[in-house]
């Protein structure tokens, strides 16, 4: 039994390394690049203490060359489905009451084994199979993932910490219990960070979790398993799945002991899985927790006032970075007319002078989308706006799928702000341009508003102190991450909480305590010292 009040360490964000010719760690990461893709790995089921190959496999391939196969993962059945929820559930009798300061201990652990020796590894594997360049590899699989290991641990002493007022009667307790039941993490392909962040943190708080990756993301998740177990993660409190997601699906929310489903992905899935929550609410112990982050149509606003090349810098960091595969990533953009010759004459110099290729190149911005289903929506969208006559391609518009999944860069300016890609999310290197008068920047502002269903991230670029307020004001509800004269990614653990509403999900803010508080269950405790004997009140006289 713990016999103290313990301070963890105080989380700092992790300082992201250069990786500039020359530094030892870019020849680390290269040397483990290497040796990853030529290598092919064999990855498991891991349900408890076992690892499960079903000799049922799917290949995992680099996206950037999608013929180089750098390993297989094995595919689940309806039974070990079935097995990883009775193990997480055999798993909780004791790791629920685990003390807290141990919980943290294997966490704070593996933030250090991603810092130091799993730093190259993480992000080699990030560059091969989602094909990130090492910028965009270290600032999500290494450092993100670093700040959401540490600074969660900092919130779970917090909310611990907090407890509610007591005087020389009453002692007053409050407890913060782990879910009754599973969690069920559903993570996306695009960010290895999110990939962990979401099954780790309902863990952290006490849970047991079945967690089932990304197909395109198995390969690093490999790598944050291995994690996990080097930092002593007791078997059975993670179990990690992979397989046909309707019957995975299907399975995990027909049990009466699932307890809550932490997802990103799209808006479309996180509906579906909602309404299934739904008809099987009678069959439950308890009220599932749903917490979600799906679509964005992130925004871009310059005022009249704005600097072009603050601008157009992000719009091309916010647009094309990671290929435009991000959430948040920039995809509908609004600018002044008298500004855009400007900013139109710097997009082409900015775009035109990038390199696409292989992240092992590391001269190289610009890399492959992650799957053919992905390119083939891409380049329909793209055909399309050749087609038609209020759009039109000023920049990019190419693709190649015979090595990679390569699409250029592109730019798509447009007479009319409801076009179809200035509604609808791509979820690649795709921004469309619309140019408004400078006189209607108020009915710019209501446009932003009511172009899109969804309010994850969007950021206004201004020197006007006055326009800055009032863009604000008008655009509260459009994203749950606005930025001020900056691009609308990048939000960084402990600095910007991350989340958005409307269509953008349940806006529970990843890499705060807002969102660690979903993953308990409050009790609280009164204990009263001298306790009455008699019923009657003074009033009775």
Known sequence: MSKGFFNVPKAINEPVKSYAPGTPEREQ??????????EQIDVPLYIGSEEIRTGNTQNMSAPHDHQHIVGKYHLAEKSHVEKAIATALEARKRWSKMSWENRAAIFLKAAELIAGPYRAKINAATMIAQSKTIHQAEIDAACELIDFLRFNVEYMSQIYQDQPISDSSVWNRLEHRPLE?????????????????????????????????????????????????????????????????VMVTDTLLASPDFAGLHFTGSTHVFKDLWAKIGTNIHNYKTYPRIVGETGGKDFILAHPSANVKQVATGIVRGAFEFQGQKCSAASRVYIPSSLWPAVKAQLETDVNSMKMGSPEDMSNFFTAVIHEGSFNKLASYIDQAKQDTDAEIILGGGYDKSKGWFIEPTVIVTTNPKYKTMETELFGPVVTIYVYEDSKWTETLELIDTTSEY?????????????????????????????????????????????????????DKAGSMLNLLRWVSPRTIKETFVTPEDYRYPFLG
């Not at 395109?216 to 990690?240: M, R, T, Y």
């Not at 307020?469 to 008008?474: D, G, V």
């Not at 991450?481 to 691009?487: A, H, I």
């Open 29 to 38: 990461v290269l040397a483990a690049y290497r040796k990853m893709w030529n």
């Open 455 to 507: 309010a994850l991230t969007g950021a206004v670029f201004s020197t006007c102190r006055y326009a800055i307020e009032e863009a604000t004001i008008a655009l509260e509800n459009s994203a749950g991450n606005f930025y001020v004269n900056d691009k609308p990614t990048g939000a960084v653990v402990g600095n910007q909480p991350f989340g958005g509403a409307r269509a953008s999900g349940t806006n």
């Open 181 to 245: 039941g599973f969690v069920y993490a559903i993570t996306p392909f695009n960010f290895t960070a999110i990939a962990a962040n979401l099954p780790s943190s309902a863990a952290m708080m006490g849970n047991v979790v079945v967690w089932k990756p990304s197909d395109s993301q198995i390969f690093s998740a490999k790598v944050i398993v291995d994690i996990f177990k080097e930092a002593g993660l007791p078997d059975g409190v993670i179990n990690v799945i992979y397989g046909d997601p």
